[in-house]
């Protein structure tokens, strides 16, 4: 399959190091509105083609890609590449709100391409560790998935100098690119909330930079704690009677273990990857290969959507994209 890339920022670094360690996937275009930046990427990661023109890339040989640009492109940016016949594997969070999604959705089924987010939990070997040692914890009465990580970018903010993370005209918020970690991994494992409380801290500029998100399900309460300007540390829990299993980092799980009610402490078997985007690309490829337009992942992007948008409703967190009809 070959692979364009769109955006050179360092999290296509990250998936196309990945790419590059999957047999099926050959590193094959980069677009990029600048070609001397085009050409930087293409030549860290050894791709031969290079383009600045969106049409002409879309028209190029390449058979599926991988969009990493600013969350409000990813709507159109992933629409005309499946007009244009292409499989899109689509940065989380995967669109501005549920309705783009749906969008994105359906004309991924009229036009018989594979459309994927890339939500790195979804694919990691560690969330089916969780899965299978979950019984072992007894009745589930509390789930928290936390993910606090304080940007690299913030300092610059807190100087005055206000960069494309804490920009919110970008359709940017804590919630769209921290929290959705949190509330993805949710509504996976436990599905959609019968209840939605939420709570955000905004900047000055208007960008949330903090929240929790409060989820009830019957006898199971569940909160997604995010920030952007604080460093977490504490793991994410899935709290039982009989004892808790903890995760380090949810985005990318480094340790798991299970803390039983009697004060034993087990660490669970799991050797990290280094680069844990391999898993994602695999799948994508996989699902390529097989032709699979309809695949679980897109109800857990979907439901994801549908949550973050009552949490931004809730906190008056509003984007342009929201009132285009």
Known sequence: MKLGIVGTNFISDWLAEAAAKVPD?????VY??????????????????V????????????EAVYIATPTYAHCPQAIEAMRHKKHVLCEKIMAVNEREAAAMFECSRQNEVVLLEAM??????????????LPRIGRLRRVTME????????????AGEILNAFNPE????????????CIHTLVRMLGMPQEIKAFSTKL???FEGNGIVMMQYGDV???????????????????????????????????LEIVFRDGRREAVPYTPAKNNMVYEVQEFARLVKGKCIEHPYKKYSLDTLRVTDEARRQNGIEFQADSVL
């Open 204 to 206: 000055e500029n208007g």
């Open 221 to 255: 309460t569940a909160e997604a704690v995010y920030s952007k300007i604080t460093e977490s540390v504490n793991p994410s829990i899935f709290l039982g009677e009989e004892g808790s299993i903890l995760i380090g980092k949810i985005s990318q799980p480094d340790t």
């Open 147 to 158: 993910y606090c990580q304080y940007s690299s970018r913030y300092d610059k903010f807190r």
């Open 120 to 133: 790195r939990p979804d694919f990691d070997p560690a969330f089916r560790l969780v899965e299978e040692n």
């Open 170 to 181: 970008l359709s940017n918020a804590a919630i769209m690119d921290i929290g959705v970690y």
């Open 51 to 62: 383009y600045t023109d969106y049409e002409e890339f879309l028209q190029s040989d390449i």
């Open 32 to 49: 990029s509105r600048k070609q001397e930046t085009g050409d930087g990427f293409a030549c860290r990661h050894q791709i031969p083609n």
């Open 25 to 29: 996937v050959e590193l094959y275009a």
